[in-house]
T-cell receptor, first 115, second 113 residues
Framework: ETGVTQSPTHLIKTRGQQVTLRCSSQSGHNTVSWYQQALGQGPQFIFQYYREEENGRGNFPPRFSGLQFPNYSSELNVNALELDDSALYLC??????????????FGSGTRLTVV | GESVGLHLPTLSVQEGDNSIINCAYSNSASDYFIWYKQESGKGPQFIIDIRSNMDKRQGQRVTVLLNKTVKHLSLQIAATQPGDSAVYFCAEYKSGGSYIPTFGRGTSLIVHP
């Protein structure tokens, strides 16, 4: 059984550019959640996808968007990058829309630096 | 002792001591709480959870205490080991709606051999 894998592990982008981050969910999981974790802070919930539909969203602007594919893998897209978007982006997978607890599995994240 | 560092509160303990990590949560309507452990370069890992109808729950070497009156959560780790060194986060969930978690700022636990 594989865990949650995220790619790339590190990325540097220029302000104003667009970025796509990828997440492969744990085998058997049908739900993917995305988080932004700034340095020295706890993760902040961006949104969740359950069976290819957005299933909840945190307080992030529309330039943060996502997709979930039929195999339940997911992408996070961020347009018009700002310096404050520099953070660790975490993906977590689960079953049936769960947002935490036992069985809620995080990946190791993508470290995005915007310069 | 406990101190507030540049980014995170930090708790330094000796191996074998008991550790207590505290969390003040924000929403009196929150009814589910989770403690996560995040090691360097990794994502958060579930440790233990508790619902608001309980005030104590025990796991293997860990105990979570919930005081709803003062909106306070604590994680007790018995016989702390160097492998327990990590950042610990509490997360609160409010019933109703989409059950989105709110994470606390985190506490860095440093265990000295």
């Amino acid at each position: 059984e594989t865990g949650v894998t995220q790619s790339p592990t590190h990325l540097i982008k220029t302000r104003g550019q667009q970025v796509t981050l990828r997440c492969s969910s744990q085998s058997g999981h049908n739900t993917v959640s995305w988080y932004q974790q700034a340095l020295g802070q706890g993760p902040q919930f961006i949104f969740q996808y359950y069976r290819e539909e957005e299933n909840g969203r945190g307080n992030f602007p529309p330039r943060f968007s996502g997709l979930q594919f039929p195999n339940y893998s997911s992408e996070l897209n961020v347009n018009a990058l700002e310096l404050d978007d520099s953070a660790l982006y975490l993906c977590a997978s689960s079953l049936d829309g769960r947002t935490g607890g036992y069985g809620y599995t995080f990946g190791s994240g993508t470290r995005l630096t915007v310069v | 002792g406990e101190s507030v560092g540049l980014h995170l509160p930090t708790l330094s303990v000796q191996e074998g001591d008991n550790s207590i990590i505290n969390c003040a949560y924000s929403n009196s309507a929150s009814d589910y709480f989770i403690w996560y452990k995040q090691e360097s370069g990794k994502g958060p890992q579930f440790i233990i959870d508790i619902r608001s109808n309980m005030d104590k729950r025990q796991g293997q070497r860990v105990t979570v205490l919930l005081n709803k009156t003062v909106k306070h959560l604590s994680l007790q780790i018995a016989a702390t080991q160097p492998g327990d060194s990590a950042v610990y986060f509490c997360a609160e969930y409010k019933s109703g709606g989409s059950y989105i978690p709110t994470f606390g700022r985190g506490t860095s636990l440093i265990v000295h051999p």
